[in-house]
Structures are given as structure tokens and as C-alpha cells.
């Protein structure tokens, strides 16, 4: 086939898809379905906000699927669901696109700079790309409210945000604490623990043993082990465990401490004597050699005197290393509660920007993890180690590091300090909250979630940085400190008409203290932007300023989706907000979505080029397919898939194209004006044709299951049943009933015109939140309306199942469509039928003979005998004269086909050929029923006397002029055909 011809169907495809976006935005469908009456209220949906810092990727387009299709359906369910879009603006991804456009290296360039210029900078880059959102997220056919958006950085979102800030401040659960954070040394700032969970990535490191000399014992050493090399000039003490046994050991005149344990991974080659054994009590208060001076010789340095020396410690453990564990409490938590617990000297080397300080002579002005090259700096320190006879061991050691998620810089731990929101205050209330909330899939209530919630740790929510809310705590150097709730409270205060509460601005604004009369002055920090994107249930209505009711009216709401990396983060912070704030959950019901990857199973990469282009994807096989596949993929159970463009190619044929023809079929014979199935009175329950009875109880059954997964937010249980029930409307009950449509029985032919009918217009609504592409189109199509004139739209329609009373359960609903006995009868029957015809194609197949030629009979084993209605379909569909049911009790179920030829069967054979042959050749000439050709064939001599006695049959069935031997002048192209028949060829042409 030609390349043009080859397209056009998936072209045409695109297009009459743009022609639906066109029709609803000519007739404003989406304004309508908000607008029309809503008998059962308000179904809240709370859109998660994303940033605008890239075009939008498969994952954003699988969540869009999700707050697509829930909503739409709920409109359909009869309630009013309103879809206000939103826009994530501050925080490390826009700071770090400006940093990288301004070529910064570092937070003092950026002050050097100014914050108001950066901040500026940081507002104009929020919407680079909305556009490209706008465009994809409308292509894709989801409806949100995206010119009514909310922004984090607006005036009346940060607002709220500082309510909410001050409530919880109110109930004592804000606090500032000195504490082992993550803190990204680029950035300079501290992290959360949801932040540093995202980060982990295997790298390689390097590990050391050093030698620690026992003052009291000259040449007896201890031995710790580390991965941070670079800590070791913070050591201010060495941790035993109690209950480990040590042991001292002697190695060519030198002599080790080490645990019992791991004495064989220490020295693998076994080549020591065992001197001492200890237990841990013994170790505990002797003194060793600190390996550097920096700090140990300065005087001023606060319990110096408890520096150096051996602590017992219950995180010890053998898994790994000596036994012994190198102490340095400014970098790591253990470290420090030990350090806090035993007043031990703190010595923090390097600053927030990872920088070596002055006094750390050796190493001074080094970046303690180098992003080009992470070890570099610890080799530096092993050197010194090694020069300074204090080395004992060293090698590469690989294992999970977490990086900045922003800026992949490898993070440290260190001790810095930070505001909390007190979680651990709360955490009954919101394991509590929690029970009552619906995921889908389930299990990631008591698994991902639960478990995150279990663990949850009180939430670092101050940053050290510019772009982002900032917190309202202003203060006096007489310790007197005053949150500010409200941008009106800073006015009254200050009295200054405030438009921007940026940090840029609002340092600038002071007031006097109330209890010395000094400058109450802002505090530096900002606050994490995670702090925002919970506060949207209320932010984004500028709560409680404005829309009171209608907020409390509207929390919590009832759905909200996001993909699986969310319940550590947006699911949790919201639910930790909302607990905090109101004492009750967020969200009653949540979908998590999984992560799209390459058809390879490797992460989607730009710069590999790995993946095809959403858009290209949609313009060349039409959202609907995208969507049909996404929708029925396991990547909305929150698992992950491999994308596959030959799938998406599938489910286009599978979900669209195989409807449309369906469709056309259907519009061939009701016409364009569908005056007979539109004009017929007969109740399609009526008709007592088996297929259309057949067709109804699908119908209803499909209805049943995808309401009832919509119900459950299981969308692949929801969507996989209609492309089942689309192959079988096209392969059984199309297939069987096209000769009805044909038929002269009128009565017959109106009566599957009406089931077709009214299966495709009840099938496009249950399409409808799916595929709302094909779903418009059929409808409109089937009820007769067009897009230019009319402003009526399935997706303005009542869906095919409501519950007998308002917001009743989804079992109400199961009974609706109930089956009776009467039913179960026809759909077990119809089942043995196809089975019947799936054996006898089958041994069709085995022996070659095609279904074109007739055969005389068949017998069915090992089933129940069906009646004439049920065999006249099987006789059809096999092109068998006779069928007849024995042996009924055997143990399998076959069939057996009499396969002899008689000349009768040879002629009825051949005339089928022919006639098909003839068909295709009209088809390949462009050639309409309505024009009259004249068929010539040449045959050998022997078919001679069979083609005759046909002759006229065929006539008449293709409908020709003549059929007569001979060869149609060649004209217009017009080809011939050669017909294999029984070892003979014959060919035929066409003459119009
Ligand atoms: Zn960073
Ligand atoms: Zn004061």
C-alpha cells in the first residue's frame, strides 16, 4: 500500500480530534458541566501543584489522566466538580535554573548580586513554560480551570500560608532546635527528610581504618573505622558498646584494639597474637592521641577536657568495621546526642558552604566534597594520615549516599540549626486521620504511607535560602520574639501598604519591640516550599480572609492523585497541615500513579533520546490512545511501565479505529439522517433476536463493572472491560447481524439498527471519561448533531448507572442492572456458541480449508445441545450446512468437520471466491455498488461448465451487468485477479 494511503487513518484520527477541542471551546462544554444542575453537590478535588520549571513528561500526563478521568466521571455521577489549576513558583528548582543562567557558584555571589535582583530574576522564570503546559494539557483533553490558577508566590497564597504558619505556632508546634541535619553544601541549606529520602544514589567512597595511640600505652593503637575521612579532624571521642568483647592483638611489633568479632576482617590473612582480651567497661575512660591539633591544643575550646577519650556508646555494633566508632558530634546525629550526653568539646571544621575553615591550617580552603570529584579531599586526608604514621587501612567502598535533589550535590550530615514543625507532637492523630483515607492501589495505606507516617520525624521546614515563602518570626536582640499571622498584621505594625511579602522586601520592614522598645527585625530563613503546597486546600482560596465557608465546606476533599513518590511528600504534607491545622485528614480518597520508563525499563532521558516526544505521540496516534493506554496500564496501580509507541499504536486500533468502523458500519445503513433507528418504536428490550438480547446483557454487565471500578478508582479494572466489549460488539455481534442490516425484513433489520444505536450512544458515555475524544465524536455522530450547530455533548450527559438515591453506595448500584435467569441462560448459550466456532475454525485451520468453502457438516462432543436460534449462528459463521450434538456427556468438549468435498460444495466454494474476488477488485478500482461493471473471466476448459451454472448467482450477488469469458479492455488502470481453485487458476477482471 502506498505511504499515503497507509497514514491517512491515524491522520485523520488527529484531526478529527482537533475538531472535538474546537467544538468545545466553541460551545464552552467544560464552563457547561460546571454550570448544569448538580443534584448530589460538591466533589472536591484538590490539584496537586506543579512546577512550570520543563515541559510537561509522561509522569505529569499520567496524574493529568487521573484528575481527568475521576472528575469527569463524578460529573457525570451528577455532582459539581470544580478543577482549579495551580503553580508551584518557589523554592531550589527555579533558584537553581536562575543560578545556572547567572553562572553563580554560590549563595555569596547571589547576595553580592542582591536578593531583590534575584528574586526578580527567580519571579520572571516561574512561567517559562506555561504555554507548552497549556498547550499539552489541553491537547491531552483534560478540562482544568488553568486561567484561574493559583501561584504560590501570590500575595493572598503566601498569605494564608502565614496564618497557617502562626496557628500552628499558637498550638506549640513550631520550635527551633540546634540538631545532625542533611544540609547541601551548594545550596547552603538545610534539607528535609523527605528531600534527603529522594536523593540516595550508590557512589563510590573511600573508607579508612586510622590508628588512635593510647596516651597510657605507647604503641598500643585503637582502631576506627569511617566512610567520611574528612570528619576524622572533628573526632572528639572513640564509642565501645558495653557488651562487645575487644581484644588487643599483636602484628609485627605493634599493637591493636579491635573487637573479638571482626578480628578476622581487620587482619585477613590471621597473622596476629592475641595479647588482651577486654570487655567494653575496661575500655571505657582511657585516653588517646588526637590525630590532629587544630583543636585539641586550643585552650578556649569548651570541654576540651573531655576530648579525647573512650565513651560507651548503645549504637555500637559488629556488623561492620573495628567495632569501634569514630566520634564527631557536629556531623551526624548519634555522634551528637552522644556529644550532648557527655558534654563532649564540638569542633565544626567546615562551614554550611562545605569550605574547610581558616584554622584547619593543612586543609584550609578545600570543598569537603567536591562535586567533580567527591573523594578528592579525603585523599588529601588519607595522605596526612599516612605521613603522620596514623593510617592503618584504606579502600574503596561503595554504598547509598544521598545527593541534593536539586542539584545532585552530595550532601553531609551537620549540625546547624532549624525550625520544626513538631510531628512527633501529633503522631497519634495522624495515624488516626489517616485510617479513614482510600488508596488506590490499597496497599500503600498500611505499606509506603503507613510506614512513612510511622517513622515520621519532626519536619524541618527552614531554609537558608532567597525564592520562597518567608517565615513570620521577627525578633529583638532582647530574645523578645512575634509571629505575625496575617500581610494585614505587618501593615498595622509597620505602617506601610505592603503588595509583596518576598524576602527581599519584607526584611526590610521592622517595628518596634514591645518589650524594650529596640527593632523587632524578620529572621532569615524562608520557609520549604513543601510548606505550601500543603497549605493549598485553604491557600488557594486565601482562607480564612476570604471564602470561609466555602473552604470548610470543601475540606477535606474527596480525591486527589499524584504519583507514589508523593506519599513521603505532598499526600504526607498534607495530611500533616491539615492534622496540624484542623485536627482532620486532607483527602478522603487518593490515587498514586507509577513511573513511566523507556521501553528498555531504563528512567526517560533527555539526553539519551530514549523515548518518543508526548506530543509527537499524540499528533500522530491521537490523545485517545494515549490515554485508552495509559489508562488500562498497570502504571495507575502505582507500578511502574515500560512505554511502548507500538502499544499506543494498539490501543488506537483496539479502542478508536475498530469503534469507528463499527460506527460506519452502522451510519451505512441508518444513514445520515438515521431516520429508521431514530423513527423505530420498538423498545430494543423487545426485540427477541438473540444477538441484540445478547449485545443488552453485555451492555449492562459492562456498565455494572466499570461504574463499580470507578467507584473502587481502579481506572485499568475500569477501562479494560470496554475495549473487551468493543472487540466483541465488532467480532460476534456485528459480524453475525450484518446480513440483518442488509436484510429485506424490515422489522429485522430495524430492530439491530436500534440495538447498534443504542449501544453505541450508551457505550460512548461510558467512554466518556476515557476517551473523551471518540466518546464526543460517536455520540454526536449517532444522535444526529453536529459540531458547528449544536451545543449538546456527552460529557454534558447523565451517566448510564445512578444509584436509586442520591450519594448511595456503589452495592445499591450493582443491583441495578441485575441479571435474571432468563439472562444468565443467553450469555452461558453464547458462550458455548462461540466456543464452538473458536474448535471449529480451529480444525478448519488444521486440515486448510477456508471458511469460504462450504462443508457439509459438523458434529459437537461433550455439550449441551443448544437450540435452532444459537446453531443457525454457529452454521453461519462456520459456512456448515448442518450441525448436530453428540455424545452430549463427554469428558471434552470438540468438534468434528466432515471435510468431503461434494461437486455441489466445490461450486458453492468456488461461486464464494469469486464473488469476494470481484468485491476486491471494485474496492481496489474505486468502485461503488452503484456502479455496473461487466466481469470477464479465463478459466481452463474443466471449470468451464461449473463458472456457467453460477453464472447467474453471481450476477445477481454482485450485482454485475454480465459474467463472461473473456478480458476487459484495459482502461483506467483497472487490474485483474488470478483465483486459486483446487489446483486450477482462474482470473477475472473488470469493465465498468
Ligand atoms: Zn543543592
Ligand atoms: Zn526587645
Redesign the pocket.
Not at 536539586?406 to 550535590?409: G, I, K, L, P, V
Given at each position: 500500500m502506498p505511504e499515503e494511503q497507509k497514514k491517512s487513518p491515524i491522520e485523520s484520527v488527529s484531526q478529527r480530534e482537533e475538531t472535538v477541542l474546537k467544538f468545545w471551546d466553541r460551545a464552552d462544554i467544560f464552563n457547561k458541566t460546571l454550570q448544569q444542575s448538580a443534584p448530589h453537590g460538591e466533589y472536591v478535588f484538590y490539584d496537586g501543584p506543579p512546577f512550570a520549571t520543563g515541559t510537561p513528561h509522561y509522569g505529569h500526563i499520567v496524574s493529568s489522566l487521573m484528575k481527568d478521568v475521576i472528575p469527569r466521571y463524578q460529573t457525570m455521577r451528577g455532582y459539581h466538580v470544580e478543577r482549579k489549576w495551580g503553580w508551584d513558583c518557589h523554592g531550589?528548582p527555579i533558584e537553581?535554573i536562575v543560578e545556572k543562567e547567572l553562572g553563580t557558584k554560590n549563595k555569596k555571589e547571589i547576595e553580592d548580586l542582591g536578593i531583590t535582583q534575584f528574586n526578580s530574576l527567580c519571579r520572571s522564570r516561574v512561567s517559562t513554560y506555561v504555554d507548552d503546559w497549556k498547550k499539552i494539557i489541553k491537547r491531552l483533553g483534560r478540562w482544568a480551570d488553568m486561567d484561574h490558577a493559583y501561584k504560590t508566590m501570590d500575595l493572598n497564597f503566601m498569605d494564608s500560608v502565614w496564618w497557617a504558619f502562626k496557628r500552628l505556632w499558637d498550638q506549640g508546634l513550631i520550635y527551633k532546635d540546634y540538631r545532625s541535619m542533611h544540609i547541601?553544601p551548594?545550596?547552603e541549606?538545610t534539607l528535609s527528610q523527605s528531600e534527603v529520602a529522594e536523593g540516595y544514589r550508590d557512589i563510590k567512597d573511600l573508607s579508612v581504618i586510622a590508628k588512635f595511640e593510647l596516651i597510657d600505652e605507647a604503641g598500643t593503637y585503637i582502631l576506627a573505622w569511617t566512610t567520611t575521612p574528612w570528619t576524622l579532624i572533628a573526632n572528639v571521642a572513640l564509642a565501645i558498646g558495653l557488651e562487645i568483647k575487644y581484644v588487643k592483638v599483636e602484628v609485627d611489633d605493634a599493637f591493636y584494639i579491635v573487637a573479638q568479632e571482626l578480628l578476622d576482617q581487620v587482619f585477613p590473612d590471621g597473622n596476629y597474637q592475641i595479647v588482651t582480651e577486654y570487655q567494653g567497661t575496661d575500655l571505657v575512660g582511657r585516653v588517646y592521641k588526637p590525630l590532629f591539633n587544630y583543636y585539641s591544643e586550643d585552650k578556649s575550646l569548651q570541654n576540651r577536657e573531655r576530648g579525647w577519650k573512650i565513651y560507651a556508646a548503645d549504637f555500637v555494633t559488629t556488623t561492620e568495621g573495628t567495632g569501634i566508632v569514630h566520634i564527631a558530634p557536629a556531623f551526624g546525629e548519634d555522634d551528637m546526642d552522644l556529644g550532648k550526653k557527655n558534654n563532649l568539646p564540638f569542633i565544626q571544621h567546615i562551614g554550611l558552604d562545605g569550605v574547610f575553615k581558616p584554622e584547619v591550617k593543612d586543609f584550609s580552603g578545600l570543598q569537603v566534597k567536591p562535586v567533580a570529584d567527591h573523594s578528592s579531599t579525603d585523599v588529601e586526608i588519607i595522605k596526612y594520615l599516612a605521613a603522620h604514621g596514623t593510617l592503618f587501612y584504606k579502600a574503596k567502598y561503595e554504598h547509598s549516599y544521598p545527593h541534593?535533589w536539586?542539584?545532585?550535590?552530595p550532601l553531609i550530615n551537620y549540625a546547624t540549626s532549624s525550625w520544626f514543625v513538631g510531628v512527633s507532637k501529633i503522631k497519634e492523630q495522624l495515624l488516626k486521620s489517616a485510617k479513614n483515607i482510600n488508596w488506590s492501589p490499597a496497599y500503600i495505606k498500611e505499606g509506603r504511607f503507613g510506614n512513612w507516617l510511622n517513622g515520621a520525624r519532626d519536619w524541618s521546614i527552614s531554609r537558608q535560602r532567597f525564592w520562597a515563602s518567608a517565615i513570620p518570626i521577627w525578633q529583638c536582640s532582647c530574645g523578645e520574639q512575634k509571629v505575625i499571622g496575617s500581610v494585614a498584621e505587618l501593615e498595622k505594625l509597620t505602617a506601610t501598604k505592603i503588595t509583596d511579602i518576598h524576602k527581599d522586601k519584607v526584611d526590610l520592614l521592622t517595628f518596634k519591640c514591645d518589650k524594650c522598645g529596640g527593632e523587632m527585625k524578620r529572621i532569615s530563613d524562608v520557609l520549604d516550599c513543601w510548606f505550601e503546597s500543603a497549605s493549598m486546600p485553604f491557600a488557594q482560596l486565601h482562607y480564612p480572609t476570604e471564602n470561609k465557608a466555602k473552604f470548610e465546606h470543601n475540606f477535606p476533599a474527596q480525591f486527589i492523585a499524584e504519583g507514589i513518590d508523593q506519599t513521603r511528600t505532598w499526600f504526607y504534607y498534607l495530611h500533616v497541615m491539615a492534622v496540624g491545622l484542623f485536627k482532620k485528614r486532607a483527602f478522603s480518597n487518593v490515587m498514586a500513579n507509577g513511573i513511566v520508563l523507556a521501553l528498555d525499563g531504563k528512567k526517560m532521558s533527555k539526553r539519551l533520546q530514549n523515548y518518543p516526544d508526548p506530543s509527537l505521540i499524540i499528533e500522530k496516534y491521537g490523545s485517545d490512545a494515549l490515554r485508552a493506554y495509559l489508562l488500562s496500564s498497570p502504571v495507575m496501580q502505582a507500578e511502574n511501565l515500560n512505554f511502548s509507541e507500538k502499544d499506543v499504536q494498539e490501543s488506537l486500533r483496539k479502542n478508536v479505529m475498530i469503534l469507528w468502523n463499527i460506527y460506519k458500519f452502522y451510519q451505512m445503513f441508518a444513514g445520515e439522517n438515521p431516520a429508521s433507528a431514530t423513527n423505530l418504536k420498538a423498545n430494543n428490550t423487545e426485540s427477541k433476536n438473540i444477538l441484540d438480547r445478547w449485545i443488552i446483557i453485555k451492555l449492562n454487565l459492562l456498565i455494572n463493572q466499570t461504574t463499580s471500578a470507578l467507584e473502587a478508582y481502579n481506572l485499568p479494572k475500569a477501562i479494560r472491560p470496554i475495549t473487551e466489549f468493543i472487540d466483541e460488539l465488532s467480532t460476534w455481534y456485528l459480524r453475525r447481524s450484518r446480513d440483518r442490516f442488509k436484510s429485506d425484513n424490515l422489522v429485522d433489520r430495524d430492530l439491530a439498527l436500534a440495538t447498534t444505536k443504542r449501544v453505541l450512544i450508551t457505550l460512548a458515555k461510558l467512554m466518556a471519561p476515557f476517551t473523551p475524544f471518540i466518546a464526543e465524536s460517536l455520540w454526536q455522530k449517532v444522535k444526529g448533531f453536529n459540531f458547528t450547530n449544536d451545543d449538546r455533548s456527552v460529557h454534558l450527559e447523565t451517566w448510564p448507572l445512578q444509584p436509586s438515591k442520591a450519594k448511595s453506595l456503589v452495592q445499591q448500584a450493582f443491583k441495578i442492572f441485575g441479571l435474571g435467569r432468563e439472562d444468565q441462560k443467553i450469555l452461558n448459550n453464547m458462550s458455548s456458541v462461540r466456543r464452538i466456532v473458536e474448535l471449529g475454525l480451529a480444525q478448519r485451520d488444521a486440515v486448510g480449508i477456508k471458511t469460504r468453502q462450504m462443508l457439509a457438516s459438523i458434529k459437537v462432543r461433550g455439550m449441551a445441545i443448544l437450540d435452532s436460534k444459537y446453531v443457525d449462528l454457529i452454521t453461519a459463521e462456520l459456512n456448515i450446512q448442518t450441525l448436530s450434538f453428540t455424545d452430549l456427556l463427554a469428558e471434552k468438549s470438540s468438534v468434528e468437520l466432515d471435510t468431503v468435498l461434494s461437486p455441489e460444495l466445490k461450486r458453492q466454494g468456488l461461486k464464494r471466491e469469486l464473488i469476494r474476488s470481484i468485491n476486491l477488485l471494485r474496492k481496489e478500482n474505486g468502485l461503488t455498488l452503484q456502479d455496473r461493471v461487466t466481469v470477464y473471466y479465463q478459466a481452463p476448459a474443466q471449470l468451464d461448465q461449473a463458472l456457467k451454472t453460477i453464472a447467474p448467482e453471481i450476477i445477481s450477488d454482485t450485482l454485475a451487468l454480465d459474467f463472461i469469458a473473456g478480458i476487459a479492455l484495459s482502461q483506467n488502470g483497472q487490474t485483474k485477479k488470478e483465483i486459486k481453485f483446487a489446483g486450477q487458476v482462474i482470473t477475472v477482471s473488470l469493465q465498468k
Open positions: 531550589l537553581n547541601c551548594r545550596c541549606t541534593c536539586r542539584c545532585d550535590t
